[in-house]
């Protein structure tokens, strides 16, 4: 695992820990430096299997999405917006306004600072999220509903 996964994933963790206590831990970005270092660990000591982490232990299943009567399959992390990967032609939406990824068998959405938000199933995410079937992403004013992941 890359350090960027290593961090990307100590983040996510973080949030969801924070999310679960509100009012109760600052933001990733105001965690000290030591704070910042354990969850970093405690997600390396969790992904350690040996010389393998978790991510190599199996293929990365597919996402399927749909957006409007376009139909697209990916298999390896992609950001959606004005100029990602998936074109998303909308000017409410950011030029790289969400990055789609696999981590461990499962897939995630996460914001990447956009101006209006990133939306799974009506609600605003402030962290990385799992997608299952039939969520529904919002970008801008454009919808994409998760076929399969």
């Known amino acids: 695992m890359t350090s960027t996964d290593l961090d990307r994933l100590a983040r996510t963790a973080y949030e969801a820990h924070r999310s679960a206590h509100p009012g109760a831990l600052p933001p990733w970005e105001d965690a000290t ?68 990824q696999p981590a461990h068998g499962l897939w995630y959405v996460e914001d990447l600072g956009s101006t209006n938000g990133t939306w799974l199933n009506g609600r605003r995410i402030v962290a990385a999220q799992r997608l299952k079937k039939r969520d529904k992403v919002r970008i801008g004013r454009t919808v994409i509903v998760v076929v399969s992941a």
């Open 33 to 100: 430096e030591q704070e910042q270092n354990a969850w970093r660990a405690a997600m390396s000591a969790v992904t350690s299997t040996g010389d393998a982490t978790l991510a190599d232990t199996g293929p990365t299943p597919s996402i399927v999405i749909q957006t409007g009567d376009e139909t697209r399959v990916f298999h390896t992390e992609f950001t959606a917006g004005r100029q990602g990967t998936l074109i998303v032609n909308d000017e409410h939406a950011s030029s790289h306004h969400a990055l789609f």
